[in-house]
């Protein structure tokens, strides 16, 4: 069970936008900011988003993330068939004297 | 370029230690936190523990406190986890990943990851 919320599932076709939600509580993203990252199976993860809505170089802007309240979300416009993956969501929980928590995880199929 | 290299994954048994390095360079290793973070076979992704830049501040999850111990050697751009009592709930890859942890956690890089199997 993990401490984010994220749906098992998303999908679109090439050129959709698609979003993904990751639900949390007041001891994680509604003090701390929210970060994505993008694992293609069988590699590892690799980072899409942090502070809520900044890019890492190199990513397209195609990726945009926000946070309102407990919740944050990742929006993928114009998708492309390299954008399947799994994606996931994480902060810092200030419970348990600190902790840093990921969601379960979002498998993102273009269809 | 920045790269991260995991080592020193394997396959022990129950109860047994590894310990795992992560090679660092491209980069000014000392100036940044580090993390390790662990996938279970089909799972998802896991914190297992973070250390500062001096190694002056340790953080572990719950399921790993007591038995693994992060550490850092600047000199050698290397960090550590060294794992003991190991159970099979523990078998994972485990990825390091340069960033920091906290209220505004930015975790921007990550190894290939070292794969990690406790079984008899």
């Known amino acids: 069970q993990s401490v984010l919320t994220q749906p098992p599932s998303a999908s679109g076709t090439p050129g959709q936008r698609v979003t993904i939600s990751c639900s949390g509580s007041?001891?994680?993203?509604?003090?701390?900011?929210v970060n994505w990252f993008q694992q293609i199976p069988g590699t590892a993860p690799k980072a899409l988003i942090y502070?809520?809505?900044q890019r890492p170089s190199g990513v397209p802007d195609r990726f945009a993330g926000s946070k309102s309240g407990t919740s944050a979300s990742l929006a993928i416009s114009g998708l492309q068939s390299e954008d399947e993956a799994d994606y996931y969501c994480?902060?810092?929980?200030?419970?348990?004297?600190?902790?840093?928590?990921f969601g379960g995880g979002t498998k993102l199929t273009v269809l | 370029e920045v790269q991260l290299v995991e080592s020193g994954g394997g396959l022990v048994k129950p109860g047994g230690s590894l310990r795992l390095s992560c090679a660092a360079s491209?980069?000014?290793?000392?100036?940044?936190?580090m993390n390790w973070v662990r996938q279970a076979p089909g799972k998802g992704l896991e914190w297992v523990s973070s250390?500062?830049?001096?190694?002056?501040?340790?953080f572990y999850a719950d399921s790993v406190k007591g038995r693994f111990t992060i550490s850092r050697d600047n000199a050698k751009n290397s960090l550590y986890l060294q794992m003991n009592s190991l159970r099979a709930e523990d078998t994972a890859v485990y990825y390091c990943?340069?960033?920091?942890?906290?209220?505004?956690?930015?975790?921007?890089?990550w190894g290939q990851g070292t794969l990690v199997t406790v079984s008899s």
């Open positions: 994480a902060a810092w929980d200030d419970s348990l004297n600190g902790r840093w928590v």
């Open positions: 250390i500062g830049k001096t190694g002056s501040y340790t």
């Open positions: 990943a340069r960033g920091s942890v906290g209220a505004t956690t930015v975790v921007d890089y």
């Open positions: 491209g980069f000014t290793f000392r100036s940044y936190d």
């Open positions: 502070s809520n809505n």
């Open positions: 007041s001891s994680n993203i509604g003090v701390n900011t």
